[in-house]
Structures are given as structure tokens and as C-alpha cells.
């Protein structure tokens, strides 16, 4: 079956300092991985995804992510946080099967502090 | 662009009442989905579409019915509310390449059954 877990429930980091937010998936087959962030009464955003390629995938607001295969992982990452960075953050795995459904973690929230 | 809108923001029903959420996209998306948000659930599909006139059930259908007579238009149903179906409701369409796309939200919308 295909899951996604993101082991934290929320990360603390102070402003300036590098995060990361964990993400381990499950999928048979190639695995399209996604990251999407969540402000407070809003809808999820797109901020990146690995479909092929470099490990190394950068997306928006200065975030990037690895795909790490043998280690089934697809952590976000960010050199500097930002206060503003402050939010949910959801990890997705999408699938092939019929309407190429997504499945999302239970999201992480990050706090930055100042 | 508009988007993907959602009709209403807000709803508080008793149990046993119906309603209707109206979900549009200006996007020419095929794709659409309803999704529920639950704290520490992250987000579970409900119902999705493949194109106008078709639809299929996600990983939580029971207690709701969709319809998508209009490419644009995706209506969630709640025939008779139960307060198990307090949440946070998204809507979200894609382009129709399935698993290359994100997913483009809509702002959300808060029920509440009493």
C-alpha cells in the first residue's frame, strides 16, 4: 500500500538557522513526491516536487528537497529560515491508479521563532 | 485567474440537515477532488472526478455524493449531516496529467455539525 509518513509532529528553529522537515514514503513503482505548505485559513500551496532527475529538487520561497531512494526519504530543506516560513507543511506521494490520486502525510508544523 | 473558489467559507448545520459545497475552477482543469482535513489526519480523499460527468470514490465516500455535470463545477453533498463530518473541506483540480501535476487548492471550507 501506498503511505507517506512525516515522523514530526512539529519543528522548532530559530530565525537564520537551516531546517528540515522529514518525510519517508511507501509507493511501488516511481515514486511523485510533493511538498506543500499551509498558512493559517488558507488552502495548501505547491512548493515543489521530484517526478525525475537531480536529487536535488528547489522550489519556491528559497525551499529545496532531496530524494534520497535507498532511504525512501524526501526531506524539505531551507538554509535560512524565515519567521514567515511559519506554517503546516505536507508531504504527498502521487500514484497511478485511476484518477491518479495523492496521498498526503498528517503534515508537519514548523514554528521559527525570532 | 480566479482559481479554485469554494462556496460557502463557513457553515454550521445540525445533524441531519443537508447541504451542498460548490467548488469552481477557471483552470480548464480535468481533475477535481474533495477532501476533508481533520487535526493530525492531514488530508483524506472524500470523492474524485477524471473529467465532467464522471466521478469516484476516495478513501472516506460514506455520507457523501458528488456530482460534476460542468468541467468546471464540482458539488460535494452532505445528505444528512452527522457531527463525524465536522472539518475543514478542500477542494482541488489538476491539470489531468495526473501524477506530474500538483494540485491546485481552493481557500477551503468550515463545517461545523451540531
Known amino acids: 500500500a501506498q503511505s507517506v509518513a512525516q515522523p514530526e509532529d512539529q519543528v522548532n528553529v530559530a530565525e537564520g538557522n537551516p531546517l528540515t522537515v522529514k518525510c519517508t514514503y511507501s509507493?511501488?513503482?516511481?515514486?511523485?513526491l510533493f511538498w506543500y505548505v499551509q498558512y493559517p485559513n488558507r488552502g495548501l500551496q505547491f512548493l515543489l516536487k521530484?517526478?525525475?532527475?537531480?536529487?536535488l529538487v528547489k522550489g519556491s520561497y528559497g525551499f529545496e528537497a532531496e530524494f534520497n531512494k535507498s532511504q525512501t526519504s524526501f526531506h524539505l530543506k531551507k538554509p535560512s529560515a524565515l519567521v514567515s516560513d511559519s506554517a503546516l507543511y505536507f508531504c504527498?506521494?502521487?500514484?497511478?491508479?485511476?484518477?491518479?490520486?495523492?496521498?498526503f502525510g498528517a503534515g508537519t508544523r514548523l514554528f521559527v521563532k525570532a | 485567474n480566479a482559481g479554485v473558489t469554494q462556496t460557502p467559507k463557513f457553515r454550521v448545520l445540525k445533524t441531519g440537515q443537508s447541504m451542498t459545497l460548490l467548488c469552481a475552477q477557471d483552470?480548464?482543469?480535468?481533475?477535481m477532488y474533495w477532501y476533508r482535513q481533520d487535526p493530525g489526519m492531514g488530508l483524506r480523499l472524500i470523492h474524485y472526478?477524471?473529467?465532467?460527468?464522471?466521478?469516484a470514490k476516495g478513501e472516506v465516500p460514506d455520507g457523501y455524493n458528488v456530482s460534476r455535470l460542468k468541467k468546471q463545477n464540482f458539488l460535494l453533498g452532505l445528505e444528512s449531516a452527522a457531527p463525524s463530518q465536522t472539518s475543514v473541506y478542500f477542494c482541488?483540480?489538476?491539470?489531468?496529467?495526473?501524477?506530474?501535476?500538483?494540485?491546485?487548492f481552493g481557500p477551503g471550507t468550515r463545517l461545523t455539525v451540531l
Open positions: 521530484y517526478i525525475t532527475g537531480d536529487n
Open positions: 482541488a483540480s489538476n491539470p489531468g496529467q495526473g501524477r506530474f501535476n500538483e494540485q491546485f
Open positions: 509507493v511501488s513503482g516511481n515514486p511523485y
Open positions: 483552470m480548464n482543469h480535468e481533475y
Open positions: 472526478s477524471v473529467g465532467e460527468g464522471t466521478t
Open positions: 504527498a506521494v502521487s500514484h497511478n491508479t485511476g484518477g491518479f490520486k495523492t496521498i
